[in-house]
């Protein structure tokens, strides 16, 4: 087998975009911000939700499946969209990004590199999701392992033993991992879990395989289904989506196509939390009331008043809220990325409250930092204790490396007796475009401004 050192593709000129240059250079390399938030402020108004960008990035991946030019609409300008983008543009890729439109095309005519930046791919997991359409469309991928949040394991062996299983020959050196496949094949591929980024990545290989696969155990999430459904739209043939059983009849050649995304159910369920954690009453637009029931349904148990529409969900706290108890599973169960929105409305309520998580092994490190501003708290291991309703105190904290973390603690600040200054606020850019603003709109008191990198190191030890 041959293998070939990275070299960086120099590719076609970019597409003009009417996004600054320097907003690609993601979250790492943002100049840090402090937020500072003055608690006891009620949210209330409406808040129109954003396109998810757990379907957004798969989607933009799937585009290099075909030479065809391909149009995603409701994109979120994020952080992560972003790298995304640079990724795509350095294999060779056209990527026009509209920010105005919330609009991105793509046209892969031009892809030479089978090679993704490993800086790119190690700012976020979901950049791996390249390898599937690069394996099935040219045949190889030399790429670095993933990173993004340290949320604990987060293995890509869901993605690596399916693509062995379709014929790849694939091998890890020095952090990188080479695949090589003269063709794949449709087989049957069984998932030891039901990842949605592995479950993803297969399906996006599955289109231009030869024959039928099969994937069992496969992920359910919404996200999945709207992945699928983008991919129908470019000619894949695709069975099953929404059950654990998917199948996937191969294709010769697949088409451009266009799509609008589906809602943020994160972003929408974390919105719904935080009326309910601050007195408020805030109506969700754009929003898939089945898709946010999972919270719905906690909230509900809390006391809170929830009225939907087909489009629509709004939320108006109780004047108490009751203890619940959660349990973190893949969909239709409660969501990882809502957990920690959730663990700060917990301590706002009366009795004892538990969560259990059971996707991610190290997502509760912002526990510590609720215990700080007064909560009672106890955490083992992946399950928490909340004994509540405690008044928390706003204090200065600096809790890098996870979105779910500080959007938590931006929460804990709207409810906290005095001032709550967040460092390293820019993170939350990853999933939100402007999460200040958007608070502000609703009547939180919280103001951004830059901050010199030797504060933020000695907040770091606050």
Not at 100 to 127: C, F, K, W, Y
Not at 209 to 230: C, D, K, M
């Amino acid at each position: 087998m041959r293998w070939h050192a990275y070299e960086p593709s120099s590719g076609p000129a970019e597409a003009e975009s009417t996004v600054d240059p320097d907003a690609g250079r993601g979250a790492h390399d943002e100049q840090p911000v402090r937020a500072t938030i003055a608690g006891g402020h009620p949210l209330r108004g409406s808040y129109l939700t954003p396109g998810a960008k757990n379907v957004v990035l798969p989607m933009m991946a799937a585009c290099l499946l075909t030479d065809e030019t391909c149009v995603i609409q409701n994109v979120p300008i994020i952080s992560d969209v972003l790298v995304m983008s640079d990724l795509l543009r350095q294999l060779g890729a056209e990527v026009v990004l509209d920010a105005d439109e919330h609009t991105v095309t793509i046209t892969a005519a031009g892809v030479r590199s089978s090679s993704p930046n490993p800086d790119l791919v190690q700012r976020m997991r979901a950049s791996f999701q390249v390898t599937g359409p690069l394996l099935a469309r040219f045949g190889r991928f030399d790429c670095a392992a993933p990173g993004g949040c340290q949320l604990g394991a987060r293995p890509v062996s869901v993605d690596i033993t399916g693509f062995q299983g379709m014929g790849a020959t694939i091998a890890l050196a020095e952090g990188v991992f080479h695949a090589e496949a003269d063709a794949l094949y449709g087989r049957r591929i069984y998932l030891d879990y039901p990842s949605h980024t592995g479950t993803q990545n297969l399906l996006m290989a599955a289109t231009l395989a030869n024959g039928y696969t099969t994937i069992v155990h496969a992920s359910r999430e919404p996200e999945v289904v709207a992945l699928v459904q983008f991919l129908r739209g470019m000619g894949a043939e695709i069975h099953g989506e929404g059950t654990s059983l998917i199948g996937v009849q191969g294709r010769s050649h697949l088409y451009g196509t266009v799509a609008r995304a589906i809602p943020d159910r994160m972003v929408g369920g974390t919105m719904a939390v935080a009326a309910a954690l601050t007195s408020g009453d805030v109506e969700l637009l754009n929003v898939r009331p089945d898709h946010l029931e999972p919270v719905t349904v906690q909230l509900r148990e809390m006391g809170v008043d929830v009225v939907e529409t087909n489009r629509s969900v709004r939320v108006v706290a109780p004047d108490t809220l009751g203890a619940t108890d959660v349990q973190v599973m893949p969909f239709p169960g409660f969501p990882t990325d809502v957990q920690a929105p959730m663990g700060v409305l917990m301590t706002q309520a009366y009795g004892v409250s538990t969560i259990v998580e059971r996707v991610f092994d190290s997502s509760m490190g912002y526990m510590d930092s609720l215990a700080a501003m007064g909560a009672d708290v106890s955490v083992q291991g992946t399950r928490a204790v909340v004994r509540g309703p405690r008044q928390l105190r706003g204090r200065r904290i600096d809790l890098e490396h996870s979105i779910r973390g500080m959007t938590a603690l931006t929460l804990a600040g709207l409810v906290a007796e005095g001032e709550t200054v967040l460092d390293g606020f820019e993170f939350v850019r990853r999933g939100y475009e402007d999460l200040a603003g958007d608070l502000r709109g609703l009547g939180a008191v919280i103001t951004t401004e830059p901050q010199a990198a030797p504060a933020r190191r000695a907040a770091a030890a606050v």
